[in-house]
């Protein structure tokens, strides 16, 4: 089997384009279906963090709470229609179904919620809730009161997590097979990464008002950018129906092709988070591995909060704060896209462990920066001013600007390869059992056990600026432990793979489990 890939492809066509001629159609259209799927998540992500943090009576510490009390009920939701779908419909027919609801609720929230939002919005049980509550539930009594820029976050949210995750990936999954998903993929992945930047050049022109007959143009500026966004992405999810029927149509059944076979795959089975400790615990390989993963998630949302809560407060116009958020896109997606083509390099001439710890190590140091200007403000003025030219406040929204950007980055180039890259040397069970436990810890107590963290100390605190001494405290000691956890994991990779023997699994000493 590996002889005859040498002969079929050339060096440097197996690394960058292992693809055969009958294959070129169907890969080209998955690329250009992923790729528009991508640039209009790359919009709404943008749009969605604007809307809800330049609202009225609401700001970053909102953002715990919704994605606690909003996004991940919603999601649980979500998968439930789309099972249900699946029973009743085919599976073209509920792509349709499914993005066809998305874009009707864009285009409700455009032309008619956000429009009539002062209407909407139920400011006089939110005015009631701040009586009766202390100052620390101000998230949750946003998150109450701008009922529709709380919706819209969600749905945003959900284009990722439904269309993307489940619908598109099990879409190609059908259609592919072992060996032709082993070659592709990696090119997927990669028109992934550079979706970003043409999302937020995308997001950058359509920000600017234009004129369009039919767009409302007695608005204020900020409503002249949600209307062309919104636009925007009608336009994109309409191009991906269009595509999806033609390649169902003229891709899937040309003759050229190869009889499609299915990718025979060991089903997951999806692990509890309880199952997934307890399996997680029985190895000693695993629970470094675990911490790793753990330590990005948790990482990343905490310092997000923190990041957008400054963010608020340097560019109060939501058309600034887009603009330079969509420029964050573009560089996370220049720098993702260079760093997965170095990736093979990185690790093959440094190493497991050195690639591992890029990503936290470069938290870490951005970090510093981003907590020096905002604990030292008064000390570092003179010095930001000389510098710089900028007040300390400023530098620290640019440090944790630059923060959000090479860490993104970092984790679509290296973490996630280094990651997948260190299941390799585990037998079949434990990789299979082990990956589908990390996978799902990480992303439930990740995400949703951050948020709750965070809901704490503002409730305790009561608010984001006076949790952030607590919040910088936990990032610093997660930080530690994940390169501890790093550094250790690489000791036992490396001599694993030094004997070309699967690791079998071994038991904690004392472990009852």
């Given at each position: 089997?590996?002889?005859?890939?040498?002969?079929?492809?050339?060096?440097?066509?197996?690394?960058?384009?292992?693809?055969?001629?009958?294959?070129?159609?169907?890969?080209?259209?998955?690329?250009?279906?992923?790729?528009?799927?991508?640039?209009?998540?790359?919009?709404?992500?943008?749009?969605?963090?604007?809307?809800?943090?330049?609202?009225?009576?609401?700001?970053?510490?909102?953002?715990?709470?919704i994605k606690v009390w909003g996004i991940f009920p919603a999601a649980i939701g979500a998968t439930w229609l789309y099972t249900r779908l699946n029973r009743y419909f085919s599976k073209s027919a509920v792509f349709y179904i499914i993005i066809s609801c998305f874009l009707a609720y864009f285009l409700l929230f455009a032309f008619i919620l956000y429009p009539n939002s002062e209407k909407l919005h139920l400011h006089t049980l939110g005015n009631w809730l701040s009586t009766?509550?202390?100052?620390?539930?101000?998230?949750?009594?946003?998150?109450?009161?701008?009922?529709?820029?709380?919706?819209?976050?969600?749905?945003?949210?959900?284009?990722?997590?439904?269309?993307?995750?489940?619908?598109?990936?099990?879409?190609?999954?059908?259609?592919?097979?072992?060996?032709?998903?082993?070659?592709?993929?990696?090119?997927?992945?990669?028109?992934?990464?550079?979706?970003?930047?043409?999302?937020?050049?995308?997001?950058?022109?359509?920000?600017?008002?234009?004129?369009?007959?039919?767009?409302?143009?007695?608005?204020?500026?900020?409503?002249?950018?949600?209307?062309?966004?919104?636009?925007?992405?009608?336009?994109?999810?309409?191009?991906?129906?269009?595509?999806?029927?033609?390649?169902?149509?003229?891709?899937?059944?040309?003759?050229?092709?190869?009889?499609?076979?299915?990718?025979?795959?060991?089903?997951?089975?999806?692990?509890?988070i309880r199952e997934s400790i307890k399996y997680i615990l029985r190895s000693r390989y695993l629970v470094p591995l675990a911490i790793v993963v753990l330590g990005y998630n948790v990482s990343i949302n905490l310092t997000d909060v923190l990041w957008k809560s400054q963010l608020t407060t340097l560019f109060s116009d939501p058309n600034v704060m887009l603009e330079h958020m969509n420029k964050i896109t573009i560089g996370i997606g220049i720098l993702a896209t260079c760093?997965?083509?170095?990736?093979?390099?990185?690790?093959?001439?440094?190493?497991?462990?050195?690639?591992?710890?890029?990503?936290?190590?470069?938290?870490?140091?951005?970090?510093?920066?981003?907590?020096?200007?905002?604990?030292?403000?008064?000390?570092?003025?003179?010095?930001?001013?000389?510098?710089?030219?900028?007040?300390?406040?400023?530098?620290?929204?640019?440090?944790?600007?630059?923060?959000?950007?090479?860490?993104?980055?970092?984790?679509?180039?290296?973490?996630?390869?280094?990651?997948?890259?260190?299941?390799?040397?585990?037998?079949?069970?434990?990789?299979?059992?082990?990956?589908?436990?990390?996978?799902?810890?990480?992303?439930?107590?990740?995400?949703?056990?951050?948020?709750?963290?965070?809901?704490?100390?503002?409730?305790?605190?009561?608010?984001?600026?006076?949790?952030?001494?607590?919040?910088?405290?936990?990032?610093?000691?997660?930080?530690?432990?994940?390169?501890?956890?790093?550094?250790?994991?690489?000791?036992?990779?490396?001599?694993?793979?030094?004997?070309?023997?699967?690791?079998?699994?071994?038991?904690?000493?004392?472990?009852?489990?």
């Amino acid at each position: 089997m590996t002889k005859e890939k040498v002969k079929t492809f050339g060096i440097l066509r197996s690394i960058f384009w292992p693809v055969h001629r009958s294959e070129l159609k169907k890969v080209l259209s998955m690329l250009l279906l992923l790729f528009l799927i991508c640039v209009s998540y790359s919009v709404l992500r943008n749009l969605k963090d604007a809307v809800i943090l330049t609202a009225k009576h609401s700001g970053a510490e909102v953002i715990p709470f919704i994605k606690v009390w909003g996004i991940f009920p919603a999601a649980i939701g979500a998968t439930w229609l789309y099972t249900r779908l699946n029973r009743y419909f085919s599976k073209s027919a509920v792509f349709y179904i499914i993005i066809s609801c998305f874009l009707a609720y864009f285009l409700l929230f455009a032309f008619i919620l956000y429009p009539n939002s002062e209407k909407l919005h139920l400011h006089t049980l939110g005015n009631w809730l701040s009586t009766v509550l202390p100052e620390g539930f101000q998230g949750l009594i946003a998150l109450v009161r701008n009922w529709t820029f709380t919706s819209f976050y969600i749905v945003s949210e959900l284009w990722a997590t439904l269309l993307l995750a489940v619908i598109y990936w099990g879409f190609v999954n059908d259609v592919t097979c072992v060996g032709e998903a082993k070659r592709t993929y990696g090119i997927l992945n990669i028109g992934s990464n550079i979706a970003p930047i043409l999302g937020g050049s995308l997001a950058l022109i359509f920000s600017k008002p234009f004129t369009l007959s039919f767009l409302p143009t007695n608005e204020n500026p900020w409503s002249q950018t949600i209307y062309q966004l919104i636009l925007l992405i009608i336009v994109l999810g309409i191009a991906c129906m269009g595509l999806y029927a033609w390649i169902n149509r003229y891709v899937l059944t040309d003759k050229e092709r190869k009889d499609p076979c299915l990718i025979k795959q060991e089903i997951k089975k999806q692990l509890s988070i309880r199952e997934s400790i307890k399996y997680i615990l029985r190895s000693r390989y695993l629970v470094p591995l675990a911490i790793v993963v753990l330590g990005y998630n948790v990482s990343i949302n905490l310092t997000d909060v923190l990041w957008k809560s400054q963010l608020t407060t340097l560019f109060s116009d939501p058309n600034v704060m887009l603009e330079h958020m969509n420029k964050i896109t573009i560089g996370i997606g220049i720098l993702a896209t260079c760093g997965a083509l170095f990736f093979s390099v990185l690790i093959t001439r440094l190493g497991w462990t050195f690639t591992a710890v890029i990503t936290p190590t470069i938290m870490t140091l951005t970090a510093v920066g981003f907590f020096t200007f905002m604990f030292c403000s008064d000390s570092l003025a003179a010095f930001s001013a000389a510098i710089f030219g900028l007040a300390p406040f400023a530098m620290a929204v640019y440090c944790g600007s630059l923060q959000n950007c090479l860490s993104k980055a970092c984790k679509y180039s290296v973490f996630d390869a280094s990651k997948e890259v260190a299941f390799l040397p585990l037998n079949s069970e434990s990789k299979l059992k082990g990956k589908a436990a990390i996978d799902g810890l990480g992303s439930s107590l990740g995400k949703s056990g951050s948020s709750l963290v965070y809901q704490v100390f503002i409730i305790l605190m009561g608010s984001v600026a006076l949790s952030a001494p607590f919040v910088a405290c936990v990032l610093f000691l997660i930080l530690i432990a994940w390169i501890s956890s790093a550094f250790y994991l690489g000791k036992q990779f490396k001599q694993m793979t030094a004997t070309d023997n699967p690791i079998i699994m071994q038991s904690l000493p004392d472990s009852n489990l």
